[in-house]
């Protein structure tokens, strides 16, 4: 008979929970071992990049630049009738209506189609500008229609309605671009919009909408520091 070496039964649960308390290490669940990831890890900037770029930013002009955006993307309202999100949707030649809050996908499909072919249902009544330095463009940049959104990241409705418009350019064959734009009316929105403009400036658009994605689950952050997270 072939002599076969053999573990003893506590040898093996002995090995068998050190193994499992390795792979908890290493999965970041044991005793705080592992760091969680900022979201700004998650898209390839490291936490310092980001701060340095926050500590750099302007924010009273860019403040400013937010409002006379809003003020003249929305001047047929008062300011206490404006709210999140709320979209211009610009068509063929030049014909412009417009999309308060979270609409269905089935509507904004329907509105872009017909903005597709000049049609309108409701004749837009701001004074819109159409590109701004700071607009964070999805989609074909030649596209024949163009949403233009002002929208806020501690909004629910306006996390809703990202993923629709996201939808709404991926399956529009070129024929629809997104243009983002920041209104923030909530706690922690400015810090937010912050963080996302630094992730652009440092990786790029394309980290800049995965970011915006993931700064969207920080609706809800228990006690946890946003500053920390982002």
Known sequence: MENKQQISTPL???????????????????????????????????????????????VDTLNKNINESVDKAMSAYPPQ???????????????????MG???????????????????????AGNIVISEPSDYVLGNPNAPVTIIEYSDFECPYCKGFHPTL??????????VKWIYRNYPLHQN?????????CVNQIKGIEAYWEYSDLLFGLLKTGNDSVSEQL
Do not use: H, W
Not at 82 to 91: A, L, N
């Open 189 to 197: 929105s400015f810090e937010k919009l912050v963080a996302a403009e």
């Open 166 to 175: 996201k939808r709404i350019v991926e399956e529009s064959d070129g024929n």
């Open 81 to 99: 009738e404006r709210g999140t999100p709320y979209s211009v949707v610009i068509g063929k030649d030049g014909v412009k209506t417009e999309i």
């Open 12 to 58: 093996a649960i002995v090995i068998a929970g050190f193994l499992i308390m390795i792979g908890i290490m290493v999965s970041g669940r044991g005793m705080g071992q592992v760091e969680a990831q900022t979201l700004s890890e998650k898209v390839g900037v490291s936490k310092d990049k980001l701060n340095a770029c926050i500590k750099s930013i302007d």
């Open 102 to 124: 979270q609409a269905s996908y089935d509507r904004v499909k329907k509105i872009t189609e017909d903005a597709l072919v000049g049609k309108i249902d409701e004749p837009y």
